[in-house]
Nanobody, 118 residues
Framework: QVQLQESGGGLVQPGGSLRLSCAVS????????IGWSRQTPGKERELVAS???????YYSDSVKGRFTITRDNYGNTVYLQMNSLKPDDTAVYYC????????????WGQGTQVTVSS
């Protein structure tokens, strides 16, 4: 059973920084993409950053140049470094991992709240 556990959310002032962590446990052999999405009330969940095949990164236009996604050397912890935070970045951030198989399987963490406010 794969589990994802996020941490690192909180309250930060505009212009500040936060680093989110996602610890992934279980059998990770067939994991091929891991990333971060965010959601605010009344809106669809938005993919903000991901790593494909351990090296190809994607960033949404809204965070490009401000957020950085990385993985540790063992591949079981993923980080999202968020700099120059704006009030529009306020959301619940979710870690998501996808696995290859007969059918693609997607796992989600429980989410961590990020609030950017003065």
């Amino acid at each position: 059973q794969v589990q994802l556990q996020e941490s690192g959310g909180g309250l930060v002032q505009p212009g500040g920084s936060l680093r989110l962590s996602c610890a992934v446990s279980g059998n990770l052999l067939s994991m091929y993409v891991i990333g971060w999405s965010r959601q605010t009330p009344g809106k669809e969940r938005e993919l903000v950053a991901s790593i494909l095949s351990g090296r190809i990164t994607y960033y949404s236009d809204s965070v490009k140049g401000r957020f950085t996604i990385t993985r540790d050397n063992y591949g079981n912890t993923v980080y999202l470094q968020m700099n120059s935070l704006k009030p529009d970045d306020t959301a619940v951030y979710y870690c998501n991992a996808k696995f290859r198989g007969e059918a693609e399987i997607s796992y989600w963490g429980q989410g961590t709240q990020v609030t950017v406010s003065s």
